[in-house]
């Protein structure tokens, strides 16, 4: 069955570092888009980046946008996000996501996103 596997997570103070990887399994890792969402408490589950099958396009909402940066090594089966010069409002549960289809274009739209991972913590504190 599908697989993905967050690691990387842990606490960092403000304008530090962390990068989170995902390792997918079960999967055609090289034919589909992957994506890293994140949910602080009482918060809905929110779109952070994307990248498309190649690696060769991304997408990042506009609050990490110069900050965090998402890649893939699709030898690998992984996925990363590098998160650098970090904030507090940055303090979520991290999760990788993996698109249904395959050769879709990068997407923020979760309906896009069918498998999932069980999340790894990231807070950043002041």
């Known amino acids: ?9 842990g606490l960092v103070q403000a304008g530090g570092s962390l990068r989170l990887s995902c390792a997918a399994s079960g999967l055609t890792f ?5 994506g890293w969402f994140r949910q602080a408490p009482g918060k809905e589950r929110e779109f952070v980046a ?4 190649s690696g060769g396009r991304s997408y990042y909402t506009d609050s990490v946008k110069g ?3 998402i890649s893939r090594e699709n030898a690998e089966n992984t996925v990363y996000l590098q998160m650098d010069s970090l904030k507090p409002e940055d303090t979520a549960v991290y999760y990788c996501a ?10 923020r739209d979760r309906r896009n996103y069918v498998y999932w991972g069980q999340g790894t913590q990231v807070t950043v504190s002041s």
Request: glycine share 10%.
């Open 50 to 53: 994307a990248v498309n099958w």
């Open 30 to 34: 090289s034919k589909i888009a992957m």
């Open 1 to 9: 069955q599908v697989q993905l596997v967050e690691s990387g997570g």
């Open 98 to 107: 993996a698109d249904g289809n395959y050769y879709r274009d990068v997407s």
């Open 67 to 69: 900050r965090f940066t």
